[in-house]
């Protein structure tokens, strides 16, 4: 009796030393696929900024040279409104959430395509580099707050600060909503290269039918109803409410409504990315 005792306890100590051993393997090998996320993503700043004269100060060039002609032509000749907050101030923030989303996807796409030498010399998870191509837009994204936190300044509009984990909850949730889009965009561009030329149409028009230029609840409630269908364009309502009002004032049900399709659309995303996966070499 006292022989099987130890036998199974012996048994036992070794298969926990077997799952520490998998878990600690596991851990390391997540440290090193983040780390060559963070290494991937700073080198397409660097790769991005590159040679120009500019650099990264282009980051703050683009969202004032858009903000500057989005307001002329909504502000000036069609005289859109946002009172209280002047519209040259809600026009840039709701562009550079939107922005980070465009850029994100966008560079997701060919972020497969682009590195096919890469993907050639050496074996790594193949999702790393989509997801490193959207982590590196949170730098322009970075920079846009920037421009932004300086027209909130220079127009003295009152921001509410204590809402800022509602606000990082929210950009959680846009960054989840980029990456699946991402997983998509790039796993199926390596099979129709014509998907690199059509999101750029789909993400214009997208812009058109999100609060970025507007906002919805000055609309007739059933247009609201059809625009905040839009999964961004709930979230981009919502993370503009909580920095200039405090609260939100997107219902509930358009938040949980948004949060679910980031769910989908990242795990779809997801699976479809890793179905394709196994053709990217025969592809390219």
């Known amino acids: 009796m006292q022989v099987e005792i130890t036998a199974a306890g012996a048994s036992l100590t070794a298969g926990v030393r077997a799952r520490w051993a998998r878990l600690r393997l596991r851990a390391h090998s997540l440290a090193a696929w983040l780390e060559l996320i963070r290494n991937l993503a700073v080198r397409d ?3 991005r900024y590159k040679h120009s ?3 990264l100060y ?6 004032l040279i858009t903000a500057a002609i989005f307001s002329f032509v909504f502000g000036v000749i069609f005289h859109a409104s946002s009172k209280p907050i002047p519209y040259v101030v809600f026009l840039l923030a709701g562009l550079t959430f939107w922005n980070f989303f465009a ?6 796409t060919g972020s497969i395509t682009g590195n096919a030498a890469l993907l050639a010399k050496i074996y ?6 989509p997801t490193a191509a959207v982590l590196a837009r949170l730098i322009d994204f970075g920079f846009s707050l920037v421009v932004l936190a300086v027209f909130i300044v220079l127009y003295r ?3 509410h600060l204590g809402t800022a984990g509602g606000l990082l909850l929210l950009m959680g949730l846009e ?5 699946g889009m991402g997983y998509l965009t ?3 561009n390596v099979l129709y290269r014509d998907v690199a030329q059509l999101i750029g149409l789909v993400l214009m028009v997208w812009m058109y039918l999100s609060p970025v230029m507007y906002a919805v609840d000055g609309l007739p409630a059933g247009l609201r109803a059809v625009l905040l269908l839009n999964p961004l364009g709930a979230l981009l309502e919502a993370e503009r409410d909580l920095l200039f009002a405090g609260h939100l004032g997107t219902s509930g049900i358009d938040l949980w409504a948004s949060a679910a399709w980031t769910a989908l659309v990242f795990v779809g995303g997801l699976a479809v990315f890793k179905r394709i996966e196994p053709l990217f070499a025969e592809v390219m």
């Open 45 to 47: 700043v660097e790769t």
């Open 53 to 55: 004269l500019l650099g």
């Open 58 to 63: 282009w980051a703050l060039i683009n969202p």
């Open 103 to 108: 850029n994100g996807v966008l560079s997701a």
């Open 124 to 129: 790594f998870p193949r999702v790393v580099l």
């Open 157 to 159: 509009v009152p921001v």
């Open 175 to 179: 960054v989840a909503f980029t990456l």
């Open 186 to 188: 790039a796993a199926l």
